[in-house]
């Protein structure tokens, strides 16, 4: 007779939240509290993080947007001013590049999300 587990349990302590050791991140722009780490910015000054929105937002206010231009984000720490080929909104063309973070630089913050996420 093979020995059966009875109680189906593994005894791991669960943990409430992978980030419990990080400490409570605030973003400069709206003073709200960061969760989402991984989708932030580095802000304009000295490269705390920032909510994405509030980044796009910042954008946003800073362009003069013609009625057919829109703000996407293009990756890489740029935005752009674009313009969408059809009304799905999935192909679009950049009129122009808005670089929010400075090409190539490399944050602490990220660098631990990324550590932690295994990037
Ligand atoms: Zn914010």
Request: proline share 6%; glycine share 8%.
């Amino acid at each position: 007779m093979p020995q059966a587990s009875a109680d189906g349990q593994d005894g791991q302590p669960r943990a409430a939240s992978p980030a419990i050791d990080q400490p409570a991140v605030f973003c400069p722009i709206c003073q709200k509290q960061i969760f989402d780490l991984a989708s932030a910015l580095a802000g304009k000054n000295g490269g705390q993080p920032v909510h994405f929105d509030c980044a796009l937002a910042q954008v946003a206010e800073s362009e003069r947007l013609e009625a057919d231009e829109h703000i996407a984000y293009i990756g890489h720490g740029s935005f752009a001013v674009v313009t969408y080929r059809d009304k799905s909104m999935t192909a679009f063309s950049i009129k122009r590049r808005i670089p929010w973070e400075k090409e190539g630089e490399k944050f602490e913050w990220r660098r631990t999300i990324q550590q932690r996420m295994g990037i």
